[in-house]
């Protein structure tokens, strides 16, 4: 109560008598009145306390970037704890999922256009890089790049037909994407680059870059989340 008698007066309490002289107009309120006057203090101290707006703008869109490097360095030591594979497959998992879910609201949530054509790119992208590992013998760290050139080539061919045509929009958008998708599917399984039995990676080496086979591929995943939420922030400031 002294905290906001001082805060809507002339300035703070020096002293215990001004404190009792600031007291003696609410000597005899209510406990509801004496509570909502200690809520009215706090709230004007935490407003007084608190940056200006400019000031805090400039900081904190800083701080999401930071975080999102801090955390990835943190996970990237789960390996070192010598869990079950089976944590390192779940984290990975995890991971996979929030890239996919990151860059699909990158285009559907930020533009809101609703797009069914995540797994086309997507699929672009594994098939490329297991058929250059499978049929050429690129090694696979190798074919990364290459298989993120592809996906990103259909994706910008996509792009460039249906934005320019002022028709496509809400539902239609939706549809077509999703007609990318079950084509790209129905020439893929009917073609010699899959011909219905997939691929087969069994013999190609995983990369020594974690302790087992499995963190390597939850620290190569959790390299894709770190840049893909990094890519996510850089555009929505």
Same mark, same amino acid.
């Given at each position: 109560i002294a905290t906001a008698a001082a805060i809507g007066g002339s300035g703070p309490l020096n002293s215990a008598a001004e404190a009792a002289q600031a007291l003696e107009p609410v000597a005899g309120a209510s406990a509801e009145t004496l509570f909502g006057i200690g809520l009215l203090g706090a709230s004007a101290l935490a407003a007084a306390q608190e940056p200006a707006p400019r000031e805090r703008d400039a900081a904190a869109p800083w701080r999401t970037p930071a975080a999102i490097v801090a955390a990835a360095i943190a996970l990237a030591f789960v390996p070192m704890l010598g869990l079950p594979a089976f944590y390192d497959s779940l984290l990975y998992l995890i991971l996979h999922w929030i890239v996919l879910a990151t860059s699909w609201? &990158?285009?559907? %949530?930020?533009? %809101?256009? *609703?797009? /069914?054509?995540? %797994?086309? *790119? /997507? %699929?672009a992208g594994i098939y490329t890089s297991a058929t250059l590992m499978a049929r050429f013998d690129w090694p696979f760290l190798w074919t990364l790049p290459a298989a993120a050139v592809v996906a990103c080539v259909l994706g910008v061919a996509v792009g460039a037909i249906v934005f320019?045509?002022?028709? &496509?929009?809400?539902? $239609? /958008?939706? @549809? @077509? !994407?999703?007609? $990318? !998708? /079950? $084509?790209l599917g129905t020439v893929i399984v009917n073609t010699p680059i899959d011909g219905g039995n997939g691929v087969s990676l069994a013999s190609v080496a995983v990369p020594k870059i974690g302790p087992t086979a499995s963190s390597t591929f939850y620290l190569l995943a959790l390299a894709a989340a770190t840049l893909t939420m990094l890519v996510a922030w850089w555009i929505s400031v």
């Amino acid at each position: 109560i002294a905290t906001a008698a001082a805060i809507g007066g002339s300035g703070p309490l020096n002293s215990a008598a001004e404190a009792a002289q600031a007291l003696e107009p609410v000597a005899g309120a209510s406990a509801e009145t004496l509570f909502g006057i200690g809520l009215l203090g706090a709230s004007a101290l935490a407003a007084a306390q608190e940056p200006a707006p400019r000031e805090r703008d400039a900081a904190a869109p800083w701080r999401t970037p930071a975080a999102i490097v801090a955390a990835a360095i943190a996970l990237a030591f789960v390996p070192m704890l010598g869990l079950p594979a089976f944590y390192d497959s779940l984290l990975y998992l995890i991971l996979h999922w929030i890239v996919l879910a990151t860059s699909w609201n &990158i285009l559907s %949530g930020y533009t %809101g256009y *609703f797009s /069914f054509g995540h %797994g086309a *790119f /997507f %699929g672009a992208g594994i098939y490329t890089s297991a058929t250059l590992m499978a049929r050429f013998d690129w090694p696979f760290l190798w074919t990364l790049p290459a298989a993120a050139v592809v996906a990103c080539v259909l994706g910008v061919a996509v792009g460039a037909i249906v934005f320019r045509v002022k028709g &496509i929009r809400g539902e $239609v /958008f939706a @549809l @077509l !994407t999703l007609a $990318v !998708t /079950f $084509v790209l599917g129905t020439v893929i399984v009917n073609t010699p680059i899959d011909g219905g039995n997939g691929v087969s990676l069994a013999s190609v080496a995983v990369p020594k870059i974690g302790p087992t086979a499995s963190s390597t591929f939850y620290l190569l995943a959790l390299a894709a989340a770190t840049l893909t939420m990094l890519v996510a922030w850089w555009i929505s400031v």
